[in-house]
């Protein structure tokens, strides 16, 4: 009976051990940590402060492709956008 049990106790250990090796893999670089700035082409940083003002853009924290040159609400999630420099 003893026996019968470290075996169903090493099986269990086994699966969710290969059930977090498929997870961490199967996730694994899928996260974006990117901010709006850095998704701004070289080109197009502004490099002074009156720069900056003219290219602000808004964009949603949600949906950072929804973007507005004007204060909005996003078309998406109704959310205010924000401003990016």
């Given at each position: 009976?003893?026996?019968?049990?470290?075996?169903?106790?090493?099986?269990?250990?086994?699966?969710?051990?290969?059930?977090?090796?498929?997870?961490?893999?199967?996730?694994?670089?899928?996260?974006?940590?990117?901010?709006?700035?850095?998704?701004?082409?070289?080109?197009?940083?502004?490099?002074?402060?009156?720069?900056?003002?003219?290219?602000?853009?808004?964009?949603?924290?949600?949906?950072?492709?929804?973007?507005?040159?004007?204060?909005?609400k996003?078309?998406?999630?109704?959310?205010?956008?924000?401003?990016?420099?």
């Amino acid at each position: 009976m003893q026996n019968k049990t470290i075996w169903i106790i090493g099986g269990i250990i086994i699966v969710v051990i290969i059930a977090l090796l498929a997870y961490t893999s199967y996730f694994k670089g899928k996260t974006d940590s990117t901010t709006p700035m850095q998704m701004m082409p070289e080109s197009q940083m502004p490099t002074h402060k009156h720069d900056m003002e003219k290219h602000a853009t808004y964009y949603c924290p949600m949906h950072p492709d929804q973007t507005s040159d004007k204060p909005a609400k996003c078309p998406v999630c109704k959310m205010d956008m924000e401003r990016r420099m």
